[in-house]
C-alpha cells in the first residue's frame, strides 16, 4: 500500500533556528496538507496546497511558515524562526481525486 | 466555537464488551465525518467515513442529524482495538480537516 513518507521522524532545535520538515506524499496524489498535534491537544490544521500553491491556511499558519514542493515529489514545511510553542509533532497528508488523506507517521519537532 | 466535540477523553472497557466512542458536530452544511483511528506510536489511519456506510474491523458509525451526532460503536471491543480514536469534520472545498480532541480507548484482558 502506498505511504507518505516524513524525515525526520524527531528533530530537536534551538529557539530562532530555521526547520525544514519534508514530506514524500503518495506520487499520484494532487492535494498536500500540513497538520500539527502539540502534546495533549488536537490535530489542527496548518495549510493546504494544490496546483503549486497554498489553497488554504490557518491562523496557526503566519509569516514564519511557508511550504514548498520544490522538485514534484518532495513537499516541505519550514519553519523560519521557530520558537518554544512551535513544539508539536507535524503530520503531512497527501489526497488524490477522492476523499482518502493519506497521513504520513509524522515529525515530532522539539524546540528547546 | 467547537466544530467537533468528543466528550470522552478516555475510555475503558474490557474485551467482548460493547464500545461507543461520542461525536458530536456542529455545521451548518451537510456534514462531512470520518472517524480516524491512531495506534501507538503510529500514523492517523482512517477507520470510517460516513458516506461510506461500510463497517470496518468491526466498528460502525451513523450519522444522526438530527442529534448532530457520528459516534462510533463496535459490538464486541477486542484488545487490538486499544487506540486514539479522532473523529474529522471536512470543511471547504479544499477538503480541510477539523478534528476533535480524541478518544483514547483501552480494552482490558
Known amino acids: 500500500e502506498p505511504e507518505v513518507t516524513q524525515t525526520p521522524s524527531h528533530q530537536v532545535t534551538q529557539m530562532g533556528q530555521e526547520v525544514i520538515l519534508r514530506c514524500v506524499p503518495i506520487s499520484n496524489h494532487l492535494y498536500f496538507y500540513w497538520y500539527r498535534q502539540i502534546l495533549g491537544q488536537k490535530v489542527e490544521f496548518l495549510v493546504s496546497f494544490y496546483n503549486n500553491e497554498i489553497s488554504e491556511k490557518s491562523e496557526i499558519f503566519d509569516d514564519q511558515f511557508s511550504v514548498e514542493r520544490p522538485d514534484g515529489s518532495n513537499f516541505t514545511l519550514k519553519i523560519r524562526s521557530t520558537k518554544l510553542e512551535d513544539s508539536a509533532m507535524y503530520f503531512c497528508a497527501s489526497r488524490g481525486t477522492d476523499y482518502g488523506y493519506t497521513f504520513g507517521s509524522g515529525t515530532r519537532l522539539t524546540v528547546v | 466555537a467547537q466544530r467537533v466535540t468528543q466528550p470522552e477523553k478516555l475510555l475503558s472497557v474490557f474485551k467482548g464488551a460493547p464500545v461507543e466512542l461520542k461525536c458530536n458536530y456542529s455545521?451548518?452544511?451537510?456534514?462531512?465525518l470520518f472517524w480516524y483511528v491512531q495506534y501507538s506510536r503510529q500514523r492517523l489511519q482512517l477507520l470510517l467515513r460516513?458516506?461510506s456506510r461500510e463497517s470496518i474491523k468491526g466498528f460502525t458509525a451513523d450519522l444522526n442529524k438530527g442529534e448532530t451526532s457520528f459516534h462510533l460503536k463496535k459490538p464486541f471491543a477486542q484488545e487490538e482495538d486499544s487506540a486514539m480514536y479522532y473523529c474529522a469534520l471536512k470543511e471547504g472545498g479544499n477538503y480541510k480537516l477539523t478534528f476533535g480532541k480524541g478518544t483514547l480507548l483501552t480494552v482490558n484482558p
Open positions: 455545521y451548518s452544511g451537510s456534514p462531512e
Open positions: 460516513h458516506i
